[in-house]
């Protein structure tokens, strides 16, 4: 059995947790929104085509946000086809998925799915064919009170009073060879600041995302990042940051995936701070990781042009939600610089949850780490001090126990652990800083089988299972954490 030590300050602070961590993103891809969300004519759709099945498990998962419509789909998208009669609206090509869109579904009824999944939007403009002018009307459409030519169409389009849609993201991966009119970086940092500018002009309420790299990997990785934050230090609010990961057959290297993510966010802070002393200002750039996942892109297949191909629908394996509540507790470890981050996606393209076409709905085995981390990760996230046995893997020293801590506002402490080692592992914590405490749960994913998965035939092979919390009133505690697992530790603070 391995051995580690938990030592929680109640003072260690790293910050207050934004809500739009939480955060999910729906893209016109695959089966995401047709027959995903929107299916008219489902035995459980509502009057406006929504799947109500698909909307209980949104709602269980507590997203804040959700971004939309894209996504590499955005760069070659027109908002205005998805407005205004159903019936005349075009049919396009979707070059970015060689898929056909039928613009059934656009940012109105969004707009009401979203009041009825209780989730705010992030909506994103077109920076590949689409101009700074149709951002700004975009914005116009959606935010302006009235009065106006965009503002009125939204309401003879059925939404009299404004959207409020407060968060914008300004093109998606344009850093990327494979994007619609990709750009270098000085040409899209300036259109970036060109469409930030006009988008303010008409609401100068909303904050603005602009791209940051789509991963690490990426040749023009950080100087991208830093050209774009030098063009726009002045007009932009948050970088975005993108990163999947993909078991390349190491287990333990896949495991470790969290070493990684967590230095990609140091070496972009860093950039940022450079430009911030560069620029002499005074503002942190912030980051919105608007898109982060286990994918397996390098199995994806190529398809003829059809309308909501079952494409990106990968399945989960308990591995697989391991690795992914190790990447969402890196998220929360860096809240000081994350204000917004997104799962991608949110339902059948790389999603927590996966529709059968006219059939059910089903929860993913990456869905239960999210839901946890949603409901109970809010608060003030603790910088722990940690003693693991540790092991080298192909991102460097890796700790065998990774834990996130979080001081709820309601006087709770939850700890996220994540074991990666073959071994048990028993864990002395030293919570004394709080005063006494009680322990309301221990609930834990793990398994002899790393490779089960949730399918239709058997959706709950894979759901987190209860250990007895340990008992008593007490200042310190010992709990054992089985091999390969991730955990979630629940205290209450005792008056
Ligand atoms: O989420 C799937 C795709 O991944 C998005 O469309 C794109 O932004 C990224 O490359």
Request: charged share 25%.
């Amino acid at each position: 059995m391995k051995e580690a030590k938990l030592h929680i300050e109640k003072d260690f602070e790293i910050s207050h947790t934004d809500d739009r961590l939480f955060s999910s993103f729906l893209e016109h891809l695959g089966r995401a929104i047709y027959t995903g969300i929107y299916e008219p004519g489902h035995p459980e759709a509502d009057e406006d085509g929504f799947r109500t099945d698909v909307l209980k498990l949104v709602r269980e998962l507590h997203v804040d946000h959700v971004r939309y419509p894209g996504g590499n789909f955005l760069s070659g998208y027109d908002w205005k086809d998805g407005i205004g009669p159903k019936k005349d609206r075009p049919r396009r090509l979707d070059l970015a998925w060689k898929t056909i869109e039928s613009n059934q579904f656009g940012i109105d009824e969004f707009y009401d799915w979203s009041r009825k999944a209780g989730t705010k939007i992030m909506a994103s403009v077109n920076m590949g064919t689409g101009t700074p002018k149709d951002a700004g009307e975009m914005v116009e459409y959606c935010n302006f009170p009235g009065g106006t030519y965009w503002s009125d169409l939204r309401a003879k389009n059925g939404h009299k009073d404004p959207m409020n849609i407060h968060l914008w993201c300004i093109g998606n991966e344009m850093d990327g060879p494979w994007q619609i009119c990709h750009l270098d970086a000085d040409d899209y940092g300036k259109k970036a600041r060109e469409a930030a500018k006009i988008m303010k002009w008409v609401d100068p309420s909303i904050e603005v995302v602009v791209c940051g790299s789509s991963s690490r990997e990426m040749p023009t990785f950080p100087e991208w990042d830093r050209k774009v934050m030098e063009y726009t230090y002045e007009h932009a609010d948050y970088l975005s940051m993108h990163r999947y990961y993909e078991n390349q057959g190491n287990d333990l290297d896949f495991l470790a995936s969290f070493v990684d993510m967590d230095s990609f966010i140091r070496t972009l802070a860093a950039t940022a701070d450079y430009v911030k002393a560069e620029k002499r200002g005074k503002k942190d750039f912030k980051f919105s990781f608007d898109e982060w996942n286990i994918w397996y892109q390098s199995k994806d297949e190529p398809h003829d042009w059809m309308e909501a191909p079952s494409i990106l629908e990968d399945n989960y394996s308990l591995l697989d939600a391991l690795v992914f509540s190790g990447l969402g507790m890196t998220l929360l470890n860096h809240a000081d610089r994350i204000k917004i981050a997104c799962l991608a996606q949110l339902v059948n393209v790389i999603a927590p949850i996966s529709t059968q076409k006219g059939g059910i709905a089903i929860r993913q085995t990456i869905f239960y780490p999210f839901r946890y981390l949603s409901q109970y990760g809010r608060g003030t996230v603790l910088q722990p001090v940690v003693k693991t046995p540790k092991i080298e893997t192909k991102h460097g020293e890796t700790p065998l126990l990774y834990t996130t801590a979080v001081h709820g506002d309601d006087d709770t402490v939850t700890l996220f652990c994540l074991n990666i080692g073959d071994e048990e592992m028993k864990v002395d914590i030293d919570l004394a800083s709080f005063g006494s405490l009680t322990m309301t749960e221990h609930l834990c994913m793990d398994g002899d089988d790393l490779n089960a998965k949730n399918t239709f035939d058997n959706p709950n092979r894979v759901v987190p299972r209860e250990i007895a919390p340990v008992a008593g009133t007490f200042k310190t505690c010992s709990v054992l954490l089985p091999k390969q697992s991730w955990n979630m530790l629940r205290f209450k603070v005792e008056k």
